[in-house]
């Protein structure tokens, strides 16, 4: 039995760097579609260089925020995106989970809109 060692594993290109942590990408086979999976060394995360589905790609969360800041919703944006609303919704959630509560400073004044809301129950 063959035992695999370290050196055998190469860098691909020196061009090929991970979206994620600009780590450097190795070779780690192929995809059912017999497309070149890439992984990264430094934090382990796989991908591949051109996916199929765009639900897939790692630059997608921007144009997400980007037209949710817009006031497109939720269907609108899959249709423009070609994605499903599935994903979408997913892909929204993660994206709030990573938002950072903002620093406030003590003794400056900051403006909000009000909202105020009254369920009252139906006399008849």
Do not use: W
């Not at 980007?66 to 609108?76: D, H, S």
Request: aromatic letters at 8%.
């Amino acid at each position: 039995m063959a035992s695999l060692s370290t050196t055998s594993i190469k860098p691909v290109e020196k061009s090929a760097y991970c979206p994620y942590c600009i780590g450097k990408l190795y070779k780690h086979g192929k995809t059912r579609e017999d497309k070149q999976r890439f992984r990264c060394r430094d934090c382990g995360k796989t991908h591949i260089r051109n996916y199929s589905y765009k639900g897939y790609n790692p630059s997608l969360n921007q144009n997400i925020i980007a037209l949710t800041k817009e006031g497109v919703g939720i269907r609108g944006t899959a249709r423009l995106l070609r994605i499903s609303t599935t994903t979408l919704i997913a892909r929204i959630k993660k994206i709030a989970t990573e938002i950072k509560e903002p620093l406030l400073v003590h003794g400056k004044t900051y403006e909000v809109d009000e909202l105020r809301t009254f369920i009252k129950k139906k006399v008849n």
